[in-house]
């Protein structure tokens, strides 16, 4: 079995318990050459969202690999057909990092609407500054609208916890929610993205919703509207979101993924108008332990002839 990072020692008393494992010498993420020279051999390998599976790292590991257990919700780094194709199993880590990306959500809400990452610069800068009436004035959330593309446990859990600030919230999805969702109206995307005060992103990245927020939605939205993503990138056409900053066609936005991460756009990084966070969505030591340890359960049920908690697919 191969790692493609270190992974907490509870992940890896799971793993060794049933097999060999082999751990890189080097705590950094592995090159493409490097991850195929070292998974060669292997029947399993824990990865993360960064490493890409696909047709050349599967020949490279060979015909006994069993199970590619990926450390994420979101798969769209494994090609799982390929996978498929040779009898690979491959699995994902749901459930558990719901709750903390909802809050990091929240806490990207909050920081762009009342203007947190302004405030802060603004003082370590040393700039002059005096409490007035419209000294540095953000958006209030009671009575605004909530506009969630994609409706799943995240989602959902964002739902909630909006609730709570008296935010109104509707949704775009494919599906209708589940009868145990929290209430939200369910709008086309258009609607969804032309009527909300804030338009937050929780949908997984596919060729479908790759760009799905381009030039044209950007449009659409209220030019007094706020765009969160703590979904993926690629969901977000940088280039298009910055020009529509640029030209005051929403008011702020607020990012924890990236496009081409971990690059980020140039146009980003000068923006006052901008909230960014180095995609921190599952970042809590209860989180990424509970993810790690959810991946070793996978990868060693597959090796031991079991079915895997949280299969894809």
Known sequence: MVLSRRLPDAAVAVLTAVADVHRPEVDRPLGAEELRTAVAGADALVCLLLDRVDD??????????????????????????ACRRRGVRVTNTPGVLTDATADLTLALLLGITRRVGEGDRLLRAGRSWGWDLDFMLGTGLRGARLGLVGY?????AVARRAAAFGMHVAYAARHPAAADAPPAERLPLAD?????????????????????VDAAALRSMRPTAFLVNTARGPVVDEAALVAALEAGEIRGAALDVFEDEPALHPGLVGRDDVLLTPHLGSATVQTREAMAVLAARNAAAVLTGQEPPTPVG
Request: glycine letters at 10%.
């Open 56 to 81: 050349a790292l599967l020949d490279a590991a060979g015909p006994q690999l069993k199970v590619v257990a990926n450390i994420a919700v979101g798969y769209d780094n494994v090609d799982v057909e």
């Open 152 to 156: 799943g446990a995240i989602g959902q």
């Open 192 to 212: 969804l993205l032309a009527s909300s005060d804030v338009v937050s992103l929780h949908c997984p990245l596919t060729p479908g919703t790759r760009h799905l």
